[in-house]
């Protein structure tokens, strides 16, 4: 089972950055897919941007150009560099995994910004 740790979260004005990072309870390298999700109040969940082990990314329309998820195989984290945030990024940012027909989830980041 792995376990997933989300930090990085915050509160930025519009136009700020900040870096998500997930943290997995083991190693991640056979670990064939793993990304960012986000939900608004109100809203459901969204995938935000995924990558698996062969680096094949998969990115929302909304953060394409903005968002950029990476992998560090041997710090066995997943990170997700966000520029030019936009208020309607404002969310709870979820970290989430894919092994061996399992899907895990982190307990999540907020993410809000505003000026």
């Known amino acids: 089972q792995v376990q997933l740790v989300e930090s990085g979260g915050g509160l930025v004005q519009p136009g700020g950055s900040l870096r998500l990072s997930c943290a997995a309870s083991?190693?991640?390298?056979?670990?064939?897919?793993m990304g960012w999700y986000r939900q608004a109040p109100g809203n459901k969940r969204e995938l935000v941007a995924t990558?698996?082990?062969?680096?094949?990314?998969n990115y929302a329309n909304s953060v394409k150009g903005r968002f950029t998820i990476s992998r560090d195989n041997a710090k066995n984290t997943v990170y997700l560099q966000m520029n030019s945030l936009k208020p309607e990024d404002t969310a709870l940012y979820y970290c989430?995994?894919?092994?061996?027909?399992?899907?895990?989830w982190g307990k999540g980041t907020l993410v809000t910004v505003s000026s």
């Open positions: 083991q190693s991640i390298v056979s670990i064939n897919n």
């Open positions: 989430y995994a894919a092994q061996y027909g399992m899907d895990y």
């Open positions: 990558r698996t082990n062969y680096g094949s990314t």
